[in-house]
């Protein structure tokens, strides 16, 4: 078991350009979500898969975001024409989706738009 | 929409004393899981404990423990025998079946020597 992994753990990008994050979950966990942490608050929810279907997507993902599951093994998050107010911590967690509905989370990925 | 409210921005504890951390919830859901997770400064979030709410029985892990209200939709957690590493933010955190975690604004816990 080697935990949620994601990459890369820091991006500093200027604001307009496209940033790409991935996350690998826990083998053989089928559930994957996405969240976003700014500075001293906690996680808030972007979206989530089941396998490779996204069943769920917040109102806080706009249009410039959009994520993928293919294969239903690692996924990506992607984050077009950033903006100065997408700078966050962006957060995976996976979970074996059966009643066992604890999330593990990885380190994070940390955005910052100049 | 469930919502998760941490009231203490901010609590301090003596080395090998105890320390309770409040968190109350809204829902109108019977079945759900209730989580603390625990995130060191610029280090990675993890489990501190669950309580599945149908248990009536208190969780527990070594000096960690619950006290779940499940009437009163209250769950606060238990820190005993302080320790210079459990210094960290602790987030409440509330999730129904392969759902999305709903977490509380998190609590600064400082550890005194």
């Known amino acids: 078991d080697t935990g949620v992994s994601q990459d890369p753990r820091h991006k500093i990008t200027k604001r307009g350009q496209n940033v790409t994050f991935r996350c690998d979950p826990i083998?053989?966990?089928?559930?994957l979500y996405w969240y976003r942490q700014t500075l001293g608050q906690g996680p808030e929810f972007l979206t989530y898969?089941?396998?490779?279907?996204?069943?769920?997507k917040s109102r806080l993902l706009s249009d410039r975001f959009s994520a993928e599951r293919p294969k239903g093994s690692f996924s990506t998050l992607e984050i077009q024409r950033t903006e100065q107010g997408d700078s966050a911590m962006y957060l995976c967690?996976?979970?074996?989706?059966?009643?066992?509905?604890?999330?593990?989370f990885g380190p994070g990925t940390r955005l910052l738009v100049l | 929409a469930q919502t998760v409210t941490q009231s203490q921005p901010e609590m301090s504890v003596q080395e090998a004393e105890t320390v309770t951390l409040s968190c109350t919830y809204d829902?109108?859901?019977?079945?759900?899981?209730l989580f603390w997770y625990k995130q060191p400064p610029s280090r990675q979030m993890i489990l501190v404990i669950r309580?599945?709410?149908?248990?009536?029985q208190n969780a527990t892990e070594n000096r960690f423990s619950v006290n779940f209200q499940k009437a009163a939709k209250s769950f606060s957690l238990k820190i005993s025998d302080s320790q210079l590493g459990d210094a960290a933010m602790y987030f409440c955190?509330?999730?129904?079946?392969?759902?999305?975690?709903?977490f509380g604004a998190g609590t600064i816990l400082r550890v005194k020597s």
């Open positions: 898969f089941q396998n490779e279907a996204q069943l769920e």
């Open positions: 309580q599945e709410a149908y248990k009536q």
């Open positions: 967690a996976s979970s074996r989706g059966l009643d066992q509905e604890t999330q593990y």
């Open positions: 083998s053989e966990h089928n559930r």
């Open positions: 829902t109108s859901e019977s079945d759900y899981y």
């Open positions: 955190a509330y999730g129904e079946y392969g759902n999305k975690l709903v």
